[in-house]
């Protein structure tokens, strides 16, 4: 089955202006065109939007993006160099986790400061 890029938008949750910029960014090889030019995205075009998504989400740049998508289209000769790349994305998902687990124990030790001053303050005035 064929989908418009409004129809492929409505699918994925992405915006029909980001799924022309991914494609204008060289992200899409892989989604067909109708004679009078028309994109038609398939079935399986929704499992590589996804993976850049994935991609993209977790900080991954463009430009590597598309080299990953360009290694996938020559074939299984690039394995290692897709696993090479996800290895070091994870390496680096990894690295903003521990930096966010960082950032939410701050906060949740201030949450805690603020429901104890707020619960000290209430026996004080009753």
Known sequence: ????????????GLSTYTLRYYEKEGLLPFVERTD???RCFKDSDFEWLAMINC???TGMSIKDIRE???WCMEGD???EKRLAMFCA????VEAKMEEFQHYLDKLEFKISYYE????EAGKKHA
Do not use: D
């Open 1 to 12: 089955m064929g989908y418009s890029i409004g129809k492929a938008a409505e699918k994925t």
């Open 36 to 38: 009078s030019g028309t």
């Open 55 to 57: 991609l993209k989400n």
């Open 68 to 70: 990953f998508v360009g």
């Open 77 to 79: 000769g690039t394995l």
């Open 89 to 92: 994305q994870k390496k680096e």
């Open 116 to 119: 104890a001053a707020i619960e």
